[in-house]
T-cell receptor, first 115, second 112 residues
Framework: DQQVKQNSPSLSVQEGRISILNCDYT??????FLWYKKYPAEGPTFLIS?????DKNEDGRFTVFLNKSAKHLSLHIVPSQPGDSAVYFC??????????????FGQGTILTVHP | NAGVMQNPRHLVRRRGQEARLRCSPM?????VYWYRQLPEEGLKFMVY????????ESGMPKERFSAEFPKEGPSILRIQQVVRGDSAAYFC??????????FGPGTRLTVT
């Protein structure tokens, strides 16, 4: 049962353009969402997060949008840079109790930014 | 301030042997999470520990896998009688409490 899904295994964009990575979830108990970036042979690195009480969070070139009714979130990277090329994971958690900090990950999307 | 450390980074075991993976959390972090990433998949939660306590082991396989986080020393993920299907990257994450986790670089286990 895949509770967090990233349906695009890969995405290729031109440097300077916008990258949009998508993520869907099924568990209504999730109330905190995160994006991680991962390079080969390294651990995931936190990128940006959003709480379910918000619909948008921005940090520099990175913006995450959350549509609770559709159970969908997206990560926008503008402008994209070659150094952004990596695997991007969407993750979700539910706050409170022992589940906070326990993350459910999507399968990942390989982003390639061409110079 | 050193990040989360995992060792070994690469581990090769023959079928039937035991694998021990170590995780040293960041200084001041008392919460440790273990995740497994199979080839071509996302990370899957295995177990959540605090010092000397297993809080949530709902993602741990029922047999052959165990984890501990003693009062002193690193957290250990132990896999007994490894099989080829155990080949994966194992990631540890730590946090100071109910906050954002920092991930280690992972241990890549290969079972031959």
């Amino acid at each position: 049962d895949q509770q967090v899904k990233q349906n695009s295994p890969s995405l290729s964009v031109q440097e300077g353009r916008i990258s949009i990575l998508n993520c869907d979830y099924t568990n209504s108990m999730f109330d905190y969402f995160l994006w991680y970036k991962k390079y080969p042979a390294e651990g995931p690195t936190f990128l940006i997060s959003i709480s379910s009480i918000k619909d948008k969070n921005e940090d520099g070139r990175f913006t995450v949008f959350l549509n609770k009714s559709a159970k969908h979130l997206s990560l926008h990277i503008v402008p994209s840079q070659p150094g952004d090329s990596a695997v991007y994971f969407c993750a979700a958690s539910s706050s409170g109790g022992t589940s906070y900090g326990k993350l459910t990950f999507g399968q990942g999307t390989i982003l390639t930014v061409h110079p | 301030n050193a990040g989360v450390m995992q060792n070994p980074r690469h581990l090769v075991r023959r079928r039937g042997q035991e694998a021990r993976l170590r995780c040293s959390p960041m200084k001041g972090h008392s919460h440790v999470y273990w995740y497994r990433q199979l080839p071509e998949e996302g990370l899957k939660f295995m177990v959540y520990l605090q010092k000397e306590n297993i809080i949530d082991e709902s993602g741990m396989p029922k047999e052959r896998f165990s984890a501990e986080f003693p009062k002193e020393g690193p957290s250990i993920l132990r896999i007994q009688q490894v099989v080829r299907g155990d080949s994966a990257a194992y990631f540890c994450a730590s946090s100071p409490g109910q906050g954002l986790s920092n991930f280690g670089p992972g241990t890549r286990l290969t079972v031959t």
